[in-house]
């Protein structure tokens, strides 16, 4: 009954936050539309890709690294891709949320800033892939937190794919954790990156 308490409170919070959000980010209040990269961007590189049969980063720029391709192979038209990101920006929102709560700290100031969270950013939160790396980055904290070096590099070596930046902070865990975990994340993020990296240069996306 202990745990069943623990968990009522953050899931009531996060549905009443997440449905105000859902509420905002349809445009169905007074909150101006926020979803132009979902719109524009996105679904553009979507439909370049699936409909015209263009290589990214080859035939097309894009903006980030090859990470991005996973948004580019949601299927549908304009309405239906926006939807269906939207979608997966919650699941992405609520694991976040259920690793926070399952996190063994005591200290439940994180799980409590996400939830909260959405009052300060809106519905931005739900259309760009900032919410995706978020989750890499939870992933990569909480492994950490367990010394799962192993795990700690996929994650950040999954941030870095969508947004570069989070390779940088594998530099802060330099005296933060022992040498070897240390080079145990460091090797499995440079795995990560280095795969679909390569992938995506013998595709064409490098020329």
């Known amino acids: 009954m202990g745990a069943r308490s623990r968990w009522r409170t953050p899931a009531i919070v996060w549905g009443f936050t ?22 524009y961007h ?36 304009v309405k239906i891709y926006e939807l269906e990101f939207i979608a997966l920006a919650f699941l992405a929102d609520a694991l976040i949320a259920a690793a926070l709560a399952r996190s063994e700290s005591d200290d439940a ?9 959405p009052v300060l950013l809106g519905p931005v939160m739900w259309v760009r892939f900032d919410v995706f790396v978020a989750a890499a ?3 990569f904290v909480l492994a950490l937190e367990r010394r799962r070096w192993r795990w700690a590099g ?3 070596g999954i ?16 005296g933060l954790v022992d040498l070897r975990g240390w080079w145990r994340t460091m090797r499995a993020a440079i795995l990560t990156v280095a795969a679909p990296t390569t992938a995506v240069l013998a595709w064409g996306g490098g020329s």
């Open 154 to 156: 996929v994650c950040i």
């Open 109 to 117: 100031a994180a799980l409590w800033g996400w939830l909260l969270l």
């Open 137 to 139: 980055l939870v992933g």
């Open 42 to 77: 996105y679904y553009l590189w979507a439909s370049l890709l699936l409909r015209h049969g263009l290589l990214p980063w080859r035939s097309f720029p894009v903006d980030y690294p090859p990470g991005a391709l996973a948004v580019m192979v949601i299927p549908g038209g």
């Open 159 to 174: 941030a870095t794919l969508l947004k570069v930046w989070p390779i940088v902070l594998l530099l802060f865990m330099v």
């Open 18 to 39: 997440r449905l105000a959000g859902l509420l905002l980010v349809s445009g169905a209040s007074f909150y101006p539309q926020v979803d132009d990269d979902v719109r």
